[in-house]
């Protein structure tokens, strides 16, 4: 049972929160106390609002994950969890949501609550309109970002949002390509109307344009004036190769591996891509922290 509740709630998908920490890695304050502990406790908000989120999402969409080949083995399209019960765990979360949101200032709030919002629009209305709901995945994230800053009352790189913007269209482009994969392999209907709107040839498209984004976004943030000034280094340029890398490895892994639709799951289980994380992470706070 206990189990069942995990994957309701997406733990495994908790990972996309990590994007909240992405301010703090680059404001040099890493290493302090207060400010990692406040940037901890907003991930947390985020889990449980993205957790909330899921389930409100499944509770909507629990007919058509019935006839998915794969979402239909999700705790409450199969019945292992009930409407009611289901419920209850977004009341839950909710409360605990509020109950954190006290430690936070006003602008913090502000993005949780359009996070939230923008959410449930995307439950009801976005998913359904192409190209919208890929730019209502990509704002998530955009979102999770700024709320970082603002909940460690630092500024952010215009380049670094932007950079974060393409990441995260980048991603959503690619599981609209595998959705659209598993649905011409098995000849089946789609169980995401918006899905009818969008051809292989197309989405191909935009994921070279989003993926071209990322790359370029990140390498004028590591050169800019604003980031050469704060850091007092041009060093962060050497980072680009791990960026670049982990694009191409993602883009393998869903064209030639089909492995692209849990991004989640893609990201942890993959060797290279977990070397690849780690090794970028790891030489930006030796660039940053002046290590080297």
Not at 49 to 60: E, H, K, M, P, T
Not at 122 to 132: A, D, G, M, P, T
Not at 213 to 221: E, K, Q
Not at 240 to 248: L, R, S, W
Request: hydrophobic residues 55%; positive net charge.
């Amino acid at each position: 049972m206990l189990l069942n509740y995990l994957k309701l709630i997406r733990v495994p998908q908790w990972i996309k929160n990590t994007f909240v920490f992405v301010p703090l890695l680059f404001s040099l304050h890493l290493f302090d106390g207060n400010y990692f502990l406040t940037a901890f406790y907003a991930f947390v908000v985020f889990c449980f609002a993205s957790s909330f989120i899921y389930v409100i999402n499944d509770l909507i969409d629990i007919e058509a994950d019935r006839a998915h080949p794969v979402k239909k083995n999700r705790p409450l399209p199969s019945g292992a969890i009930s409407k009611t019960n289901a419920l209850i765990t977004a009341a839950v979360l909710f409360v605990l949501i509020i109950a954190l949101l006290f430690k936070f200032n006003t602008q913090f709030i502000g993005f949780v609550a359009a996070f939230i919002l923008l959410n449930v629009l995307y439950s009801f209305w976005f998913k359904h309109i192409v190209i919208l709901d890929v730019f209502s995945i990509a704002a998530g994230f955009a979102i999770r970002v700024l709320a970082g800053a603002f909940a460690i009352s630092v500024p952010i790189s215009s380049w670094l949002i932007l950079t974060t913007m393409f990441i995260s269209l980048f991603l959503g482009v690619m599981k609209r390509h595998s959705e659209l994969k598993l649905i011409m392999n098995t000849e089946e209907t789609p169980t995401r109307k918006v899905l009818s709107q969008y051809s292989l040839n197309f989405v191909d498209q935009m994921a070279t344009v989003a993926a071209a984004g990322v790359i370029i976004c990140y390498a004028l943030y590591t050169v800019s004036e604003r980031t050469v000034s704060v850091f007092k280094t041009e060093n962060l340029i050497y980072t680009t190769p791990f960026v670049v890398y982990g694009i191409f490895r993602y883009m393998y892994l869903e064209y030639i591996s089909h492995k692209g639709e849990n991004t989640a799951k893609t990201v942890v289980t993959d060797l290279q891509m977990i070397i690849t994380v780690l090794a970028y992470v790891a030489t930006t706070i030796l660039i940053i922290y002046k290590v080297i």
